[in-house]
């Protein structure tokens, strides 16, 4: 089992930068993949990006490419997401995903074993 906690979310003015924090506690020796997504009211739950946790490779969604970045400390068992440029499009709760079995696919909700409770962002105009 993995557990994963997600933080660092809250109110931001258009423009603004968030940094969100997901700390992986349990067995994370199994993980494989993390990733971001969020879910805005009444949309499904939308693909942010992605982590190969044993190497450096990154995945972006189309909504935020180019204004986020994903990064991890494994020795902390922590991964980040660091957002620039919010608009109030951005604004939804975001989870954090993790992986243990191996996938090509990391944009899918079904390629994700553990999720977190998630995080609100809230981007005013």
């Known amino acids: 089992q993995v557990q994963l906690v997600e933080s660092g979310g809250g109110l931001v003015q258009a423009g603004g930068s968030l940094r969100l924090s997901c700390a992986a506690s349990?067995?994370?020796?199994?993980?494989?993949?993390m990733g971001w997504f969020r879910q805005a009211p009444g949309k499904e739950r939308e693909f942010v990006a992605a982590?190969?946790?044993?190497?450096?490779?990154?995945y972006y969604g189309d909504s935020t490419k180019g204004r986020s970045t994903i990064s991890k400390d494994n020795a902390k068992n922590t991964m980040y997401l660091e957002m620039n440029s919010l608009k109030p499009e951005d604004t939804a709760v975001y989870y954090c995903?993790?992986?243990?079995?191996?996938?090509?696919?990391?944009?899918?909700?079904?390629?994700?074993?553990?999720w977190g409770q998630g995080t609100q962002i809230t981007v005013s105009s």
């Open positions: 349990g067995q994370t020796f199994s993980i494989l993949t």
């Open positions: 982590i190969r946790w044993n190497a450096r490779r990154t």
């Open positions: 995903a993790a992986a243990q079995v191996p996938r090509t696919v990391v944009a899918e909700v079904g390629g994700y074993d553990y």
